[in-house]
């Protein structure tokens, strides 16, 4: 099983940055893919970014003010967030997909890091 732990969420002021970092603790055969998904009260989870077999997705509100990153020693992806809006608030959670021994595929979730931007 995959064990997903993320942190750097906080309070920031608008135009402020933030840095969101994920670890994957995990014996496991191969990690495919990594990424970020956020949800908003009363809004439906959506991509922010994933990075996996060499390419990278953003989701279309981004606008080049994030950038996602990884450590594939660590198994640790990472978000910059910058040029921060209060439409950016809500809870951030990291993504992992991964192949285990028996080549059978998984998606685990972290339990979610808060991000507030004030206006």
């Known amino acids: 099983q995959v064990q997903v732990v993320e942190s750097g969420g906080g309070l920031v002021q608008a135009g402020g940055s933030l840095r969101l970092s994920c670890e994957a603790s995990?014996?496991?055969?191969?990690?495919?893919?990594m990424g970020w998904y956020r949800q908003a009260p009363g809004k439906q989870r959506e991509l922010v970014a994933v990075?996996?077999?060499?390419?990278?997705k953003y989701g279309d509100f981004v606008q080049g003010r994030f950038t996602i990153s990884s450590d594939s020693a660590k198994s640790a992806v990472y978000l910059q967030m910058n040029s921060l809006k209060p439409e950016d608030t809500a809870v951030y959670y990291c993504y992992v997909q991964s192949t285990d021994w028996g080549r059978r595929e998984h998606d685990d979730w972290g339990q979610g890091t808060q991000v507030t931007v004030s206006s």
């Open positions: 990075l996996g077999g060499g390419s990278i």
């Open positions: 995990t014996n496991t055969f191969r990690v495919n893919t």
